[in-house]
């Protein structure tokens, strides 16, 4: 027998006051007393509900411990439903407080409330008089909001043995609408040097080879390079030119920039930095040729040298891959619900599933989690009508999985 409507609200209500709970621990990344404290009180309630549950301490990249949150059905063995979330926020905690429909509270909608959505939706689950899903294992990671890597790490070990990955993340408002991310764009970081030939501005300009005018040349072109829609985009982060000592020893000179120090020496050396984001990694293959053949033109028609490199890159997430029916499916089971998600098939920020080894090997949801606005801030809140309805959505695609 379906849950009354009574025993739904109950539900929604005893989740929003565990969210409130947990928005009010303070738990900033690197804040690991917090961390803790948070991975305990989740832990007690997933213990409450039959899971098995061990906090692991993990090493960041630092070296320094940090706490993981495991908690496993009695058949989350070799092949099981991976669901992940983060406990780090990037501000610490002031009171939450409740204003109408909104619950204004510091990482509540990133992405405390994706955590407290899935212990509802669990107890939605038994009041409908269904067995808890034994083959659930949810890993909560402390330094999301860092890029850390234990939430790297951690992703890509859990990831390995996983039939199906269900992200807690926040979706998106889109109208009167709300989202659910079917791909995001994958990234790759780069790296130009450019070594020119110092002069004296005045008394010999054409004697040198300005190597910051040939970075912003560079710089200018490649950003050119971007593409509207689903196509790529190329990022020029940052951009430091001039003679070789300032550059190689920016904290040492930084404060010859505002002075006249300096300024008549054409410069010897320029470094830029930045990104590029895609959604196929035969856009990310075409892009960095055409950046490292750009290099190359540039540098003959500046007489200068100029040396391209790739850095740290994670892959993208195809919004067609073997996750689209199961999106078609939440999108499916939220109308039957009487409301509309909207999918994004191209979201452009770094994610759990741009962690996987392979995201294209396994299905896929990601922003599970209800939605609000004002991420990172002061003024964040989730929307307490669209956390009922992620509850009951997460249930019923658990159940239909």
């Given amino acids: 027998m379906p849950p009354t409507s009574e025993a739904l609200e109950s539900i929604v209500i005893s989740s929003k006051d565990l969210l409130v709970e947990l928005c009010a621990i303070s738990s900033a990344s690197g804040e690991l007393d917090g961390l803790r404290r ?12 039959g899971f098995a ?9 630092k070296g320094a411990s940090q706490p993981v ?6 058949q989350a063995r070799d092949r099981y439903r991976l669901l992940v979330g983060h406990m780090d926020t990037v501000l610490p905690a002031i009171p939450p407080r409740i204003e109408g429909d909104r619950l204004i509270a510091t990482g509540g909608l990133d992405m405390k409330a994706g955590l407290a959505m899935f212990l509802g939706a ?14 659930l294992l949810l890993v909560v990671v402390p330094d999301e909001e860092v890029g850390g890597q234990v939430s790297e790490n951690a992703v890509r070990r859990w990831g390995s043995g996983a039939r199906a990955v269900l ?21 790759s970081e780069w790296r130009l040097e450019v070594a020119g030939k110092a002069s004296h ?11 910051t005018a040939a970075a912003a040349d560079w710089a200018a ?4 390079l971007s593409e509207r829609g689903a196509g790529v985009t190329v990022n020029v982060a940052r951009l430091v030119g001039g003679d070789v000592d300032f550059v190689s020893n920016l904290a040492a000179h930084h404060d010859l920039l505002g002075s006249p120090r300096r300024r008549n020496v054409v410069s010897d050396r320029a470094v830029a930095e930045g990104e590029v984001r895609f959604l196929s990694n035969e856009d990310r293959e075409r892009v960095l040729a055409t950046l490292t053949s750009l290099a190359a033109k540039l540098a003959a028609a500046h007489g200068v040298t100029m040396r391209f490199e790739q850095g740290f890159s994670v892959p993208p997430v195809d919004p067609e891959g073997p996750g689209s029916a199961l999106v078609e499916e939440a999108v499916a089971l939220a109308r039957a619900r009487g409301w509309d998600l909207v ?46 309805r992620r509850i009951v959505l997460l249930a019923d695609l658990l159940e239909a999985m």
């Fill in 221 to 224: 072109q490649a950003q050119a």
């Fill in 38 to 49: 948070v991975a305990a009180r989740l832990g007690d309630e997933l213990l409450a509900r």
């Fill in 53 to 61: 549950v061990e906090v692991v301490e993990e090493a960041d990249g």
């Fill in 201 to 211: 501005s005045g008394l010999a300009y054409w004697d040198g080879r300005s190597a």
């Fill in 343 to 388: 999918v994004e098939r191209d979201r452009g920020g770094i994610s759990f599933p741009n962690y996987l080894e392979d995201p294209g090997r396994v299905p896929l949801v990601d922003g599970l989690g209800p939605v609000g606005e004002g991420m990172h801030t002061r003024e964040e809140y989730v929307s307490l009508r669209s956390f009922g």
């Fill in 122 to 135: 669990l107890d939605l689950l038994a009041a409908r008089g269904q067995q808890l899903p034994q083959d």
């Fill in 167 to 187: 992200v807690l993340e926040p979706g998106e408002r889109h109208g009167e609408s709300e989202t659910l991310v079917a791909g995001r764009r994958g990234m």
């Fill in 69 to 74: 949150l495991v908690a496993r059905g009695s």
